[in-house]
């Protein structure tokens, strides 16, 4: 029979000592991420007709390859290299990565913001 343990309780030893992931946990969530847009109803990209997420809008989207060329560039990989995996693999590498992907894509998340609500900018 298994014994219940008791509540577990984090300490000063439980942070993380190396910086690369202390600068992450600084990092807001919401501020790198793609948002979830309310205001649209159907699933659809407005750009190209294809279903829309945020895989879609940075890896394969034509409205954002300016931006994605950024990435590639940062990376150091051809757009047809660019996976999910690879970008998130590029942040963690350096803060510099970090700092220049999380650059493109809120420039992303802006620009489709103002053009789902209408806006030129």
Do not use: F, N
């Amino acid at each position: 029979m298994a014994k219940q343990m008791g509540s577990i309780h984090r300490g000063e030893m439980d942070q993380s000592t190396d910086p690369k992931h202390r600068q992450m946990e600084e990092v807001q969530a919401p501020a790198v991420g793609l948002p979830s847009y309310t205001s649209k109803t159907d699933t659809k990209c407005l750009y190209c007709d294809r279903e829309d997420s945020a895989e879609h809008t940075l890896i394969s989207c034509p409205r954002w390859t300016s931006q994605r060329l950024r990435i590639c560039e940062t990376l150091g990989r051809e757009t047809e290299a660019l996976t999910p995996a690879s970008v998130v693999e590029g942040m963690l590498d350096t803060a510099e990565k970090w700092g220049a992907i999380q650059e493109c894509i809120i420039d992303i998340k802006k620009s489709k913001s103002v053009e789902l609500a209408g806006g030129d900018g």
